[in-house]
């Protein structure tokens, strides 16, 4: 697979009947879930799960989806979908990249982008990132060109 940026973090999704509109594609809220999918497979992939999250009184949440749809996915298509984090201040904030491609021609159908920012679970209040999320997230940044 020829992806946009190195050491990409992928999943497999294979398009199901029920993913499916009246349009006869992928319905665009699925691709928000395998991006919500992919991003939690990820965190814990580098060590970052959802009883971290609790145990920190800690979470990562959407601040802004950016996503470019390029064409669609129908049922029974095998997919792969990429991540990677190209951007985190450390302190706040933490952007993802998303590439999603259809196996059997190579065309990307999506480009995305997603930016998060830590937030204190108990109040909803965005909060300091804990030094662990800064050092997982940090590790796995991955530059994008300019």
């Given at each position: 697979m020829s992806w946009e940026l190195p050491s990409p973090f992928v999943i497999g999704i294979e398009v199901?009947?029920?993913?499916?509109?009246?349009?006869?594609?992928?319905?665009?809220?699925?691709?928000?879930?395998?991006?919500?999918?992919?991003s939690w497979a990820h965190s814990q992939h580098l060590g970052l799960d959802i009883h971290d999250y609790r145990r920190h009184d800690r979470a990562m949440a959407v601040h802004r989806h950016e996503l470019?749809?390029?064409?669609?996915?129908?049922?029974?298509?095998?997919?792969?979908?990429?991540?990677?984090?190209?951007?985190?201040?450390?302190?706040?904030?933490?952007?993802?990249?998303?590439?999603?491609v259809r196996d059997s021609d190579a065309t990307t159908l999506l480009r995305a982008r997603t930016r998060f920012a830590c937030i204190e679970l108990s109040s909803g209040r965005a909060r300091r990132m804990p030094m662990d999320y800064r050092d997982i997230y940090g590790r796995a940044l991955v530059e994008e060109p300019t």
């Open positions: 199901e009947e029920a993913a499916i509109d009246a349009y006869g594609h992928a319905n665009n809220a699925e691709y928000l879930r395998w991006i919500e999918r992919i470019d749809y390029l064409a669609p996915a129908r049922a029974g298509d095998s997919l792969e979908l990429a991540t990677w984090i190209v951007a985190c201040d450390g302190r706040l904030t933490l952007t993802r990249r998303f590439q999603l």
